[in-house]
């Protein structure tokens, strides 16, 4: 059996991945803001000191696979300090103890939303990796627009730091793969709300088509992100995978 980190695993593709794994005989130490094995807010650096010092003690210090799923979709900053920093430090802060796996493998949740419109200024101050920067452009767009592009810059910018680290030595060297997973429309509570609308379902499928199946469970991405965290995964590595029903292949027919 082997150890997973799961954030986000309260709810929706957290916890449906969190499932699959404890189904298949694996342990996970699961981390969300409420109803989780390690309660840390990964807004905060007091969250983020919480994560790593919490689930080293838990793990006794290795881990095989980390899974960051935690996200929100506010049009406000917390969406850049959750999806993009509270990402990047669940797998910087958890990579140390990933060493000592015979396996060790790593995935985040990315989105089809990398596809839309995104604020560059936001996007360029998170790869720099300056938080406060970050925020202050967020407040800026927020001001400008409501902040309606924030959500898809936190996806661009994580996907993007995905494929800088992966092929990097900290984590390429050190034998992890690393890779992001794009859902499409994915039926959860970040979602029930608009799905629940008719006008605002049709809205959605117009920017987001899936024309197989349509909107997924979580079990869609949390099937993926297994497979990409197990040992059966040797070379897939800084791709950022869309389970969208088509959604990227309709919006970029032309482009591979
Ligand atoms: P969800 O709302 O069901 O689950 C998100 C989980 O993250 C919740 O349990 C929540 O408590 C946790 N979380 C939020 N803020 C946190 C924080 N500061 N610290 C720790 N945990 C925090 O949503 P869902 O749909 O399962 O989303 C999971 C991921 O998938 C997110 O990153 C989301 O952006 C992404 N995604 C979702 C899509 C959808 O259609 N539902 C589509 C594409 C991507």
């Given at each position: 059996a082997r150890t997973y980190v799961v954030t986000g695993a309260a709810s929706g593709i957290g916890a449906a991945t969190a499932a699959l794994l404890r189904t298949r005989g694996h342990r996970v130490i699961g981390i969300d803001i409420r109803n989780a094995d390690i309660i840390a807010d990964l807004s905060t650096a007091d969250g983020r000191d919480t994560l790593a010092g919490a689930v080293d003690q838990a793990s006794g210090g290795r881990i095989d696979a980390v899974i960051a799923v935690a996200g929100v979709a506010a049009p406000a900053p917390v969406t850049i300090t959750v999806n993009y920093f509270g990402a990047v430090a669940t797998l910087e802060r958890l990579r140390p103890l990933l060493?000592?796996?015979d396996a060790p493998r790593a995935a985040i949740v990315s989105s089809f939303s990398t596809l839309q419109t995104t604020d560059d200024d936001v996007v360029e101050a998170c790869l720099q990796g300056d938080e406060a920067a970050a925020v202050s452009a967020a407040e800026t767009a927020v001001a400008r627009d409501g902040g309606q592009t924030l959500y898809a810059s936190s996806k661009r910018a994580i996907s993007r730091w995905v494929r800088r680290a992966a092929i990097s030595p900290e984590w390429a060297e050190a034998g992890v793969p690393l890779n992001a997973v794009g859902p499409g429309i994915v039926i959860s509570p970040m979602t029930q709300p608009m799905l629940d609308n008719p006008e605002q379902r049709d809205a959605l499928l117009q920017v987001v088509p899936m024309p197989l199946h349509g909107p997924s469970e979580p079990a869609a991405p949390a099937e993926l992100l297994t497979w990409l965290t197990?040992?059966?995964?040797?070379h897939v590595t800084g791709q950022v995978i869309f389970v969208d029903g088509g959604a990227d292949a309709s919006l970029r027919t032309g482009d591979i």
């Open positions: 060493v000592h796996s197990s040992p059966a995964n040797t």
